[in-house]
């Protein structure tokens, strides 16, 4: 989602800023734009400079030389669009130019991540002392609310604006009377500093100073950070002079080569097997402290497990349920994270409440692990790739996945190495509950460790769904089925297809064909069925019927046992071998392929879908 870089330095910055943008547009964006104080740089003269465009980072980049703007205090932003169209005038940065006529010369620039909940009524009293918009945006109100508060020092007029703010928040703000001065806050937004040799930086996502610095200070809910050049201050949400910890972080750049693949979503689909190798790096065995040093006495304390999740993240916590019922033998409930909140619930203080999430900055996912702790449910675990993120730090318990950086926004690397987290979640809460035998658990550790070998398997299925893609790329509706634990994976592979190629795609369990859906199916609806040989397949083969006998097309991935083959009107593609529990991460890689060359032959913008965002960073 909207990324966020900003510097004070004795050089011109404005490359490091446009480097820092292209190292987070893997979050997704539709406008860009950068501000710097032409004053800032080597005793010059002038003030406030700004490029802005619609367009990718390069062209802004092209913009910003011809246009020649160079500081060595500055601020950059990626827009994700939700106040306002993606237009020129919506993006960031806004400038503030006072009361009355905005073609002043600007005197507040400043970017934003997040919502202001109460824009609204801020705008309107602004309006009211003379101030003029620009912008449909709620992130110019917050560029007037500061000049309206300036009396000489932009630490003090933040400080004082953020107190009128409701919503969630990152900024970075600098004013054209302190040419070597940025201030940055956060609330519910991610917001980091960056500390070099004689310069300071604030960013969303350390991957953005990847290469510049890999000193991180992590700022905590309701800071507001001073930086200028070679020092920096901090101070908490009651506004107390606070130190935060520096941490030495190897952060990975965004513009990673992508070798032989034409896209990223491509590269990070051929990197599963050696995803979930990483992931499941040094697990010899099954034990509670994979997930902290405490997490036996927690495990032992709870009762039921309750998952908090958005998108494919709650997919897989969908699997993980039955995994969870099934073998510990766990009461198990799986809530989408944005509506979890909002209803009233039924706390049990024995619950452990698992979040999963990618960045662990998502916003939805942060907000319903705070409200069950609010309902008094200590007990928190989280499934996450990223170990410094605001998740891991807010949980009681963690399994920090290995999936390595994924650019491209339609996940795939992320959501396998998640299920298989999940899957070791499931291993140590049946052996502490006492319903995991040695014999059970050499199995099932044998037949993880033997994963990136099928996984690669699967992957040499990659010339068949081309040729099924070729059927797709017309069409502009498609029907997944699946049953029991591949239920989830259909629905995941129906989002797949959604985000990538923007045909409409929905996930149904199959039995629920003849309680409605059966009336969409037609030979122009291609209906995907995963197939595994399972205790569902009966079942699932008079399901498919029913499709056949109403003139549906089927494509089928099937196990090699279950004996399905091609004929008119049924495609077939067979899965390399039966995997049994850990069938789902298998299963799911084929949907993935056939999301992704159904795209490639749609021209969408693979790597970047419209309308969608990485990290999810606001409601």
Known sequence: ??????????????????????????????????????????????????????????????????????????????????????????????????????????????????????HDELRAALQAKGYVFSSQTDTEVIAHLVDSLYNGDVFEAVKAAVLQLHGAYAIAVFHKDEPQRVVGARAGSPLILGVGQGETFLASDAMALAGVTDKIVYLEEGDVVDIQLGKYAVQDRQHQPVSREVKTVQAHSGAADLGPYRHYMQKEIFEQPRAIADTLEGVEGITPELFGQSAH???????????????????SGCVAKYWIEAIAK????????????????????????????????????????????????????????????????????????????????????????????LFLLTLALAQVKGHLSAEAETLHIKDMRHLPAALQAVLALEPQLIAWSQD????????????GTHYPIALEGALKLKEITYIHAEAYAAGELKHGPLALVTSAMPVVTVAP???????LKSNMQEVRARGGVLYVLA????????????????????????????H???L?????????????????????AKSVTVE
């Open 592 to 612: 993935q392929l056939l999301a992704y060359h159904t795209a490639c032959a749609r021209g969408t913008d693979v790597d970047k879908p419209r309308n969608l």
């Open 533 to 539: 040989n399972d205790s569902l397949l009966e079942k």
């Open 559 to 586: 196990d090699g046992d279950t004996k399905i083959e091609n004929s008119e009107g049924v495609n077939v593609i067979r899965m390399p071998e039966h995997y049994g529990v850990l069938s789902p991460i298998l």
């Open 588 to 590: 799911v890689v084929p």
């Open 330 to 421: 766990l009461p198990c409930q799986v809530e989408i994270a944005s509506e979890y909140r909002y209803r009233d619930s039924v706390p049990n203080p024995r619950t452990l409440v698992v979040t999963i999430t990618q960045s662990g900055e998502t916003a939805d996912t942060l907000a319903a692990l705070r409200h069950a702790q609010g309902l008094g449910l200590k007990h928190t675990l989280t499934i996450c790739n990223v170990a410094t993120s605001a998740m891991v730090r807010e949980c009681e318990l963690a399994y920090v996945t290995r999936a390595g950086t994924e650019i491209g926004v339609a996940s795939t690397k992320a959501f396998t190495t998640q299920l298989a987290g």
């Open 1 to 118: 989602m909207c990324g966020i870089v900003a510097a004070v330095s004795g050089r011109n910055i404005v490359p490091i800023l446009v480097q820092g943008l292209q190292r987070l547009e893997y979050r997704g964006y539709d406008s860009c734009g950068v501000a710097v104080h032409a004053a800032s740089l080597n005793g010059g003269t002038g003030g406030l400079q700004r490029a802005r465009s619609t367009a990718r980072v390069s062209e802004l980049m092209a913009q910003i030389q011809t246009d020649h703007v160079e500081g060595g205090t500055g601020i950059a932003h990626t827009r994700w669009a939700t106040h306002g169209a993606p237009a020129v005038h919506n993006a960031h940065p806004h400038f503030s130019h006072g009361k009355g006529d905005a073609s002043q010369p600007g005197r507040v620039a400043l970017v934003h991540n997040g919502i202001i909940e109460n």
């Open 297 to 315: 006495s927690v495990f032992k304390a709870i009762d039921n497990v309750l998952i908090l999740a958005c998108g494919t993240s709650y997919y």
């Open 472 to 483: 797709f790329a017309s069409k502009e509706n498609a029907l997944f089925l699946g049953r």
